[in-house]
T-cell receptor
Framework: NAGVTQTPKFRVLKTGQSMTLLCAQD?????MYWYRQDPGMGLRLIHY???????AKGEVPDGYNVSRLKKQNFLLGLESAAPSQTSVYFC??????????????FGAGTRLSVL | LAKTTQPISMDSYEGQEVNITCSHN???????ITWYQQFPSQGPRFIIQ???TKVTNEVASLFIPADRKSSTLSLPRVSLSDTAVYYC???????????FGGGTRLMVKP
């Protein structure tokens, strides 16, 4: 099992460009999440999904959009990148129920720089 | 969401036991306590989870007092490879929005 796979691993964008980050999980998890982590900081939740076709806003959703068309995939889009979106982005997934949703499996991250 | 407070950093030496305490005074009845470990340039990794009393696995132990307003992660006989950031999270069945605070930076010295 690959677990949670994120692509790409690195990306450099110019201000105003758009891009999509892809997250794929092969554990048949219902829940998926996108976080961002700035240097020396903890993770902040951007958006999450509790199932195929559903999405919800997290703590810092502005400037991002997401889609969950297939259970195994969760896409994060930046419509018009800004330097403030320079960060490391992590995708995670988990099962629902009795604390299990708190046991999240993370990808290796995507390091994004916006110039 | 229950707010957590943990020390910003801790130092230890190889072979010592390390205890990291997390305060979560407004923990709700249905909340679970979950700890993660994060190495530089990697995503967080689940270590241990508990609801009450004590939980032990091959990596760590988690001590939770009866009032559940705090919890202590215990790492036995740490090695240099245990140098990482450790996060304490509190959430429940409906808690899809976990909050990762700043975590505790553990430095293990030779």
């Amino acid at each position: 099992n690959a677990g949670v796979t994120q692509t790409p691993k690195f990306r450099v964008l110019k201000t105003g460009q758009s891009m999509t980050l892809l997250c794929a999980q092969d554990m048949n998890h219902e829940y998926m999440y996108w976080y961002r982590q700035d240097p020396g900081m903890g993770l902040r939740l951007i958006h999450y999904s509790v199932g195929e076709g559903t999405t919800a806003k997290g703590e810092v959703p502005d400037g991002y959009n997401v889609s969950r068309l297939k259970k195994q995939n969760f896409l994060l889009g930046l419509e018009s990148a800004a330097p403030s979106q320079t960060s490391v982005y992590f995708c995670a997934s988990s099962h629902p129920g009795e604390g299990m949703e708190n046991i999240q499996y993370f990808g290796a991250g995507t390091r994004l720089s916006v110039l | 969401l229950a707010k957590t407070t943990q020390p910003i950093s801790m130092d230890s030496y190889e072979g010592q036991e390390v205890n990291i305490t997390c305060s979560h005074n407004n923990i709700a009845t249905n909340d679970y306590i979950t700890w993660y470990q994060q190495f530089p340039s990697q995503g967080p990794r689940f270590i241990i989870q508990g609801y009450k009393t004590k939980v032990t696995n091959e990596v760590a132990s988690l001590f939770i007092p009866a009032d559940r307003k705090s919890s202590t992660l215990s790492l036995p006989r740490v090695s240099l490879s245990d140098t990482a950031v450790y996060y304490c999270l509190v959430g429940n069945n409906a808690g899809n929005m976990l909050t990762f605070g700043g975590g505790t930076r553990l430095m293990v010295k030779p």
